[in-house]
């Protein structure tokens, strides 16, 4: 049986130095193959912490900034109807990601003493998260960022609290929390009905930009897409030519060519969605200079310096990712078909 409070305890004792925010992490289930890229570039974040609740048993190197918490999934479940007074509906560990911005009032007991806590997903690298989000801080955000694979809210007992107040006189958390059905509550894509709106709704500040490279679903070869919170629409970047996208101790960088010159932008992580990524390297060793190439990772001994040596690197190899998509969501829909059927 899972002692929480004896975990509580264990982790606070531990908690040396104040961080500037803890991102909580549950995950239950096959992590990806490249987790531990995941984790190594969470080791270059020294300034941030990670708490990773899960039932995974595999070894992994985990920086001294990255807690691993062991935890069934029924054991989280049952921490989590401790703090409501309704039956809450969390049957798989898919549908934790409605319950994402109560994660600080969960696990409250877990982030004492930081200014923020957050949620990020782990099918991303994380860039030079002290290039971006110092300024944010800075100006006392309430909430940063409005997609759930990344955001951050101030941790105060109000702020951890709004998540359960009503929007246009209807209860969305409860609502959420009562159905199977994922309702995208955690993130402001293509709908009002989540928290973002509460948020906005109740009149705090929320920083609602993107420094993401977030990779379209679809395409093969990557393509960045942000979306625009105004105007509830997403946008599709148009790239610029070949490019490569690069992580050095330095952050996340986009190399390509523009103008005859090589130019590279930052961006705070990339966001690998539904992407099956090839391993051309032993993770362990690797925490900084790799590529990142639309299916797979490989060392490198330095960023691209000039053209010729950008010229000189692997930027795709040969791709099935579209095809094994659209194979995943037929099949999908014959199962769902044929289950309507009984």
Known sequence: MFNLNFTIYHYEREQIELKKACFIVPYFGQLPN????????????????????????????????????????????????????????????????????AFGYIFENYIKGYKYWGHCDIDVIMGNLDNFLPPLFARDYDKIFTLGHFILYKNNFDN???????????????????????TVFDENYHNDDNVNSIFLNDGVSVFQNDFSFNVKVTPTKFTRVTYNSK??????????????????????????????KLEKKEFMYIHLQQRMMRLNMDMHQIVCNFAIIPNGFYQLKDAPKNISEFKMLKKKTLNIHRIRLILKWRLLRIKKLLQNLK
Request: with cysteine; glycine share 2%; net charge positive.
């Open 34 to 101: 490249y987790f531990q890229l995941f984790l190594n570039s969470c080791a270059n974040n020294l300034n941030y912490e990670w708490l990773i609740f899960t039932d995974c048993t595999q070894q992994y190197i985990y920086p001294k900034n990255v807690k691993k918490i062991s935890m069934s999934f029924s054991d989280l479940r049952k921490l989590i109807q401790l703090k409501f007074d309704f039956p809450i509906s969390l049957v798989t560990p898919k549908k934790l990601c409605d319950y994402k911005p």
């Open 160 to 182: 951890n609290r709004r998540f359960m107040k009503s929007y246009k006189g209807v209860s969305l958390f409860k609502k959420s929390f009562t159905t199977n059905n994922i």
């Open 231 to 260: 105007s509830k629409k997403t946008i599709t970047h148009v790239m610029p030519g070949k490019i490569l996208i690069v992580h050095t101790e330095k952050g996340l960088f986009e190399f390509y060519i523009k103008n005859s």
